[in-house]
């Protein structure tokens, strides 16, 4: 088991079309989806994208907390080639926050509803629906693959802070700051 480098915001690799996996149940495809386990946990991240650990291949893990998720636990998923769909245009935003760009935070519209499918580590086909909290976390993961990081998603930077201060400022007022997503 590993803990790797998380590669950072400006890093080459995550402006990357990652490829796609071909093949499965290979003992490298094993430890190395059980390294990003380890990375993600060692980092509190509730989700990771191969290309942060500098990996060009399109390889996400993510789970969802039971806070985030009326109490029950979404166990962690290992998807590679994965495919999103929306399922309507109804979007929502919510504050994002990525391991490859510590620190910061802002909003980010995403789409409440969607059906996505991917492979997993044996190569076998599965297709879910996510809503919420699962379906954002689900779409900036995915995003990773495509060399794409939160801030360019975001429509008006504005939002776009230091976690520790809008933390305080909203301890301050009283207030807890929900952060819908650090992975
Ligand atoms: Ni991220």
Do not use: W
């Amino acid at each position: 088991m590993s803990v790797l480098p998380i590669a950072r915001m400006g890093a080459e690799v995550l402006k990357l079309r990652a490829a796609e996996v071909t093949e499965f149940k290979t003992p490298a495809l094993q430890r190395f989806v059980s390294d990003m386990v380890d990375t993600m946990v060692d980092a509190n991240g509730v989700g990771l994208a191969a290309p942060q650990v500098s990996q060009s291949q399109r390889i996400v893990i993510f789970f969802v907390p039971a806070a985030r998720n009326e109490g029950v636990e979404f166990p962690l998923t290992v998807m590679i080639n994965p495919v999103i769909t929306p399922l309507d245009g109804a979007q929502e935003e919510a504050f994002e926050a990525c391991l490859s760009v510590p620190g910061l935070t802002g909003r980010v519209m995403r789409f409440t509803h969607i059906k996505y499918s991917y492979q997993d580590i044996a190569g076998t086909t599965v297709a879910r629906e996510a809503k919420g909290f699962h379906a954002r976390v689900v779409q900036h993961e995915c995003d990773h693959l495509d060399g794409i990081l939160y801030p360019q998603r975001m429509a008006n930077m504005s939002s776009l802070a230091f976690t520790d201060v809008i933390a305080a400022e909203a301890k301050a007022k009283g207030e807890q700051l929900e952060l819908d997503e650090e992975g």
